[in-house]
């Protein structure tokens, strides 16, 4: 069956640092999507990505689809403790009845 | 415009006995999925519902577990004598119709003593 791919599961930085994390999906995806959960809440919708090579940004935080529609990423600037969360992936395939596929996430902390 | 609305938000049950888990759609959304996020893991895919039909549910157990979303009322995720490894927190979420994106409630925490 379908995977995404997002490893490591965590990552610690220092505040004011960039953080980039992958994600990677065994199949051509239809559209990836990407989540932000924070300790104790439930994920919240940040960005989908459609188009082949599709960048998109709000704020500090750039999101890209890749060429082949089968890995994406998420890069933040200059970190601050308010990214600390889960992000997760889902991948969306064509024809799967739109069920998402989510990856384990990555949890980032941030030291300030 | 109330979100996913999702209860109980905490739920504990002994061993044996029946959970259920119920999860009203935003307004407007016909489609509703249910996803259970073990300790430190991943949101694993259970279901896939319209209302009145059952589209996709190839991650729910083969067994003590079901789904429906009736015409009338709220989906119900219905987990028959648990065990400790049911402990999880189970997510609904909604979307308006297929390739949307998708809402999340905010999870209910079931908890098996």
């Known amino acids: 069956g379908q995977q995404v791919m997002q490893i490591p599961q965590y990552q610690h930085v220092q505040e004011g640092e960039d953080f980039t994390t992958y994600c990677n999906s065994s199949t051509t995806l239809s559209n990836i999507q990407w989540y932000k959960q924070r300790p104790g809440g439930h994920p919240v919708f940040l960005i989908q990505l459609v188009k082949s090579g599709e960048v998109k940004k709000q704020k500090r935080l750039t999101f890209q689809f890749g060429e082949a529609k089968k890995n994406s990423s998420l890069h933040i600037t200059a970190t601050q403790t308010t990214d600390v969360g889960t992000y997760f992936c889902a991948g969306e395939v064509t024809g799967a009845n739109s069920k998402l596929t989510f990856g384990k996430g990555i949890t980032l902390s941030v030291r300030p | 415009n109330a979100g996913v609305m999702q209860n109980p938000r905490h739920l504990v049950r002994r061993r044996g006995q029946e959970a259920r888990l119920r999860c009203s759609p935003m307004?407007?959304?016909?489609?509703v999925y249910w996803y259970r996020q073990l300790p430190e893991e991943g949101l694993k895919f259970m279901v896939y519902l319209q209302k009145e039909n059952i589209i996709d549910e190839s991650g729910m157990p083969k067994e003590r577990f079901s789904a429906e979303f009736p015409k009338e009322g709220p989906s119900i995720l219905r987990i028959q004598q648990v065990v400790r490894g049911d402990s999880a927190a189970y997510f609904c979420?909604?979307?308006?119709?297929?390739?949307?994106?998708?809402?999340f409630g905010e999870g209910s925490w079931l908890t098996v003593v």
């Open positions: 307004k407007g959304h016909s489609h």
């Open positions: 979420a909604s979307s308006p119709t297929s390739g949307n994106t998708i809402y």
